[in-house]
């Protein structure tokens, strides 16, 4: 005998640890979608996690590395880091590549658009009215 709460919709979208798969493929039994219970993370979940907290790392240390005083970093140990021109250079040159990004796009645009003088860029109106 089949449970019928196991192919419920409030099942398979509940938030508990649980997580119900339905594949689409025809169960031979009995022709119903087979569901399995699958747990654990997601491949893309985990990527995701480990994405960002590493981000959230790496803009700390870029912080602490940009506003704590030389002092302090020798005091922590840290003796060998970049220049504190790279804190202002690196982020302004990130912006101003992708500035220039928008307005390249934004050329190839222009080019390929057809000029309001051309022959091809007229149209006739429909007569709905």
Known sequence: ??????????????????RAFVSILDDEKEGRFALSNKQGAKLLEVYGFVGSISTIVAAGLFFLWAYLPEPWLHYLGITYYPSRYWALAI???????????????????????????SWNSLFVVSECQ
Do not use: K, Q
Request: glycine content about 2%; proline content about 7%; overall charge positive.
């Open 1 to 18: 005998m089949v449970d019928s709460s196991a192919n419920s919709p409030r099942r398979m979208l509940s938030l508990s640890r649980e």
């Open 91 to 117: 982020p302004t040159y990130v912006m101003v590549t992708i500035i220039f990004i928008i307005l390249f796009y934004l050329g190839l645009n222009y080019m390929a658009t057809v000029p309001s003088t």
